[in-house]
């Protein structure tokens, strides 16, 4: 939530609507009094499962994460902290020992619709852990961002502050998990930097892995639904784009949004590692050193429905996992899918160069277009009329979309 000076547009300020919810691919099975145990090292046992592997606590992801997480302080006038100053927080997701650096945060951390001086913030400063002073600031530039999936992208060039601090060890690109592996009950910790007060840490849990939510835009008047994770962990204004991390510091999401009503307690949002990663890498191509300031996603041209819920217990993790079975629902005459898909067909896995997604969630569709570049091709395994094939097509220019 970004932590506004003056009265203004906050995500923080509104309260999120759930409007769909995908149902969880990854929970805690309930292990029943008798089957889960912890040990004298810290680790949880469930169904003679270990959960926390390596020993792994709150305190050692907590100092892991907090390496690579900045506050970030934008202004639209004349003032740090003036009358049109708002405060976030940031990621760091690649880092050079030059002092060169990419950070992730939202979108809505670095756009202002009511500032003078244009929407998005042209002085913006961040800063490392413990080095909240402004002789320490690093300048920032906005290389792109998406209103729709509210992620945004930083750059830095040769900061002496970000050299000396890869030297110290202080400052690392973050480590980032797959949290499509997350599961219910599983600790949280979010790091960012709440009512502009400098980085802090807050714990808590995964309440749902994945879920859509509707909320008003940056533009403080359009509406976007996005896919994120739900977490009882406590998040206020400024937390928006920090991190979301496991026990092993490793970052599971991007903290975006929170609910604030009388009747509600402790119900944040965080945008899915995977997502942000997708974006962020979108952005990075597609924008630096270049005139897009924008998501550019590939379309297949084809609308996708669930057609079958399934659930089992993997007895090697100690989760009850729930599958959803995904099915062409319409294709669109002179799309990009047209020539390789049909109604009805069941998509089993897309694979892009050289990773492949078994699709066992409508997201893993969706998500998997941002890592699609002109010139690729994307090879998609189906069920059609019982039998299984691949099929192929080519990106080009015309199926990629600003979003």
Do not use: W
């Not at 145990?37 to 907090?66: K, Q, R, W, Y």
């Not at 509600?264 to 191509?285: F, H, K, L, Q």
């Amino acid at each position: 939530m970004k932590n506004k000076i003056i009265k203004g547009f906050s995500l923080a300020m509104i309260t999120v609507m759930l409007v769909v919810s995908l149902t969880s691919c990854l929970g805690l099975t309930p292990g029943g009094n008798n089957n889960t145990v912890t040990e004298a090292g810290g680790d949880t046992i469930v169904n003679n499962v270990t959960i926390n592997p390596s020993g792994a606590d709150v305190a050692t992801g907590a100092n892991e994460g907090l390496r690579s997480i900045v506050s970030i302080y934008c202004t639209y006038g004349n003032s740090l902290f003036g009358s049109n100053g708002a405060a976030g927080s940031g990621i760091i997701y690649k880092l050079t020992s030059t002092g060169d650096a990419f950070i992730i945060t939202n979108y809505h951390v670095v756009y202002d619709s009511t500032s003078a001086s244009g929407s998005v913030s042209k002085d913006i400063k961040v800063y490392l852990y413990g080095m909240e002073s402004s002789e320490y600031g690093i300048p920032a530039t906005y290389v792109g961002g998406s209103m729709n999936y509210d992620i945004a992208v930083l750059r830095v060039d040769n900061s002496v502050v970000l050299r000396n601090a890869v030297k110290s060890g202080s400052a690392q690109a973050v480590k980032i998990a797959d949290s499509d592996k997350v599961f219910v009950g599983q600790s949280a910790i979010a790091i960012g930097n709440p009512q502009s007060q400098g980085i802090s840490v807050t714990v808590g849990a995964i309440s749902v892995d994945s879920e859509y939510i509707t909320l008003t835009g940056s533009d403080g008047s359009t509406e976007v639904t996005m896919r994120v994770m739900r977490t009882d962990t406590a998040v206020n204004s400024g937390n928006s784009g920090g991190g979301f991390f496991n026990t092993s510091g490793e970052l599971i999401g991007v903290i975006n949004a929170k609910i604030i009503n009388a009747n509600v307690e402790n119900i944040g949002y965080a945008i899915p590692s995977s997502v942000a990663r997708a974006i962020a890498d979108n952005i990075i191509d597609y924008c630096y050193g270049k005139d897009c300031e924008t998501v550019m996603r590939g379309m297949l041209g084809i609308s996708i429905a669930t057609s079958g819920l399934s659930t089992y217990y993997d007895t090697e993790t100690g989760m009850l996992v729930k599958c959803e079975e995904i099915k062409v629902h319409d294709v669109t005459t002179g799309g990009l899918g047209s020539e390789i898909l049909k109604k009805d067909d069941i998509i089993k896995s897309v694979t892009i160069g050289s990773k492949t997604v078994k699709v066992t969630r409508q997201h893993h569709i969706i998500d998997a277009m941002l890592d699609v570049r002109v010139g690729q091709t994307v090879y998609i395994e189906i069920i059609r009329n019982g039998e299984t094939k691949t099929v192929s097509t080519v990106i080009t220019e015309d199926c990629l979309t600003a979003y």
